[in-house]
């Protein structure tokens, strides 16, 4: 048994049932992403230096921490660290810890001291992530300003998710606090024929993100969602659902097929990942998304853009809080528009816009990192528009069924949602780009949140504008650098 593999499955499992237990025990995508790095480093910390491997410490082990004993079980180490973080960051699942623990098939010499190691090892990335902050608004107001972020309208007490923790939070490996530039804004000339401008990129989601019952509303010219974006909308969604869990969570079962499946390019027997291997592919691609929920949460508050729901419905400059005189209300302006919103899977409720600003979006930042970060693991060139990682023994397409659309899960109405099986024909690319997409689908983003578009319409990831060239600059800065610390911990 892999114990890499056996461990992630149950971090993930904690992923989901944290977001329905009711404890609110790492919750949202910010929190989420830096509990699933700090176990995913616990356990690679713990594999490297119990196997005596060669590859480099995140952290280089402190004096209390030592070094295993000759003989120590990597199994033993790799479970006691997960079994650690994951118990210090979900107590409230304990009991389930303790299980899949004494599930998990322990045997041979190096037991204890293996043992003993691995919790040394989650002592240690406890202790460097303490100082975190949290995910709390306290002390945070918004805005009031045109443009600028305010709750969704139809859900008006959700509050501001996570307002100081991209500024707060000292980076896990990335070199630098990667900076985005600015997003296109309401105050910028009207140019509906430049895809990249804001008005374009009002007039798509307006039209493609309306809520269901008022597409009949829409003016003549906008365009209308297809049931495939409608779809493709919902299987990205993961916002935090009941049953679900978060995005990081999506990312991470695909990469898990991968690793499961695809051979290793060092591996000469085309064999899939040893368990060393494993260690550094999911460490890497957690670490990614942490940084990515830091880098893309300081973006977030620095820009300040207003979602959809309330840029469309408030366009006219009469409209709002900072409302100047008017009485003919601008064509582009819809005071009653709704987006058929983030799902509320498995509740009955309303969908909503999540509590955090538009740009950049989070779901690109994340997928971009995770996705490229396994492309390069893989050997794939940073500049291809496409791979060959999501492919069968056979060749051809592997279909991935999105818990959202596993036809077991429900919609905010009750009803069952089918299954639905779905292939990417240029690997982990079309991905990054399908899942950048997807929440303009929602009408939760703006296009540009996930990338610039070039004269036709297509992502123009030359221009440094958007979640997708974000989470990239991300995973080949971690890359490049085997995401190396100094000795006295993570870069800031």
């Not at 499946?261 to 990614?288: I, K, S, Y």
């Not at 690109?364 to 023994?393: E, P, W």
């Not at 639905?420 to 929440?439: C, K, P, Y």
């Amino acid at each position: 048994m892999d114990p890499i593999l056996y461990w992630n499955d149950v971090a993930l499992e904690a992923n989901r049932v944290s977001h329905t237990n009711g404890k609110g025990e790492q919750t949202g995508p910010t929190l989420s992403s830096r509990a699933l790095a700090i176990v995913h480093l616990a356990m690679y910390d713990a594999f490297v230096g119990a196997a005596q491997s060669g590859l480099s410490h995140y952290l280089t082990p402190k004096p209390a921490a030592g070094s295993p004993a000759a003989g120590s079980s990597a199994d033993a180490a790799v479970a006691a660290a997960a079994h650690a973080t994951l118990s210090h960051l979900f107590p409230s699942q304990k009991a389930f810890f303790d299980l899949k623990h004494a599930q998990a098939g322990l045997s041979g010499a190096g037991l204890q001291e293996g043992h003993q190691f691995g919790l040394e090892v989650a002592k240690n990335i406890l202790d460097d992530r303490k100082d975190d902050p949290d995910a709390t608004d306290d002390g945070y107001a918004s805005s009031m300003a045109y443009g600028a972020h305010r709750p969704d309208p139809d859900n008006p007490e959700q509050g501001y998710h996570a307002p100081f923790y991209g500024a707060g939070s000292k980076l896990f490996a990335v070199t630098d606090r990667h900076e985005l530039d600015d997003p296109p804004r309401p105050t910028d000339p009207v140019n509906p024929n430049d895809p990249a401008s804001y008005i374009s990129a009002l007039r798509q989601v307006r039209g493609q993100g309306c809520a269901p019952e008022l597409m009949g509303a829409l003016p003549a010219g906008l365009p209308r969602r297809t049931p495939d974006q409608t779809v493709r909308g919902i299987y990205w969604g993961y916002d935090g659902a009941s049953g679900l869990g978060t995005p990081p969570r999506m990312y991470n079962q695909i990469v898990r097929w991968v690793a499961e499946n695809v051979p290793h390019p060092d591996n000469q027997d085309g064999e899939a990942n040893t368990p060393e291997q494993n260690a550094r592919l999911f460490a890497l691609v957690n670490v990614a998304m942490a940084d990515a929920g830091i880098l893309a949460w300081d973006q977030k508050y620095i820009h300040d853009l207003w979602r959809p729901v309330v840029g469309i419905r408030e366009h006219d400059e009469s409209m709002g809080p900072a409302g100047m005189g008017n009485n003919a209300v601008d064509d582009d302006c819809d005071p009653f528009w709704l987006p058929l919103g983030a799902p509320l899977t498995n509740k009955m409720d309303k969908n909503f816009t999540p509590p955090f600003p538009a740009y950049p979006s989070g779901h690109a930042t994340f997928g971009a990192a995770a996705f490229q970060i396994t492309r390069l693991f893989y050997g794939v060139d940073r500049a291809s528009t496409q791979d060959a990682l999501f492919k069968d023994q056979d060749g051809n397409d592997k279909a991935f069924v999105s818990d959202e659309l596993n036809g077991v899960n429900k919609d905010n109405k009750g009803t069952v949602r089918p299954k639905h099986a779905r292939t990417f024909e240029d690997g982990l690319w079309r991905m990054i780009v399908q899942n950048g997409r997807s929440r303009v689908d929602l009408g939760v983003h703006w296009v540009f949140d996930a990338f610039a578009l070039d004269n036709n319409g297509r992502p123009d990831l030359s221009q440094n504008v958007g979640g997708v060239p974000l989470g990239l600059t991300i995973a080949h800065d971690i890359f490049d650098t085997d995401m190396q610390t100094s000795e006295e911990g993570p870069r800031d």
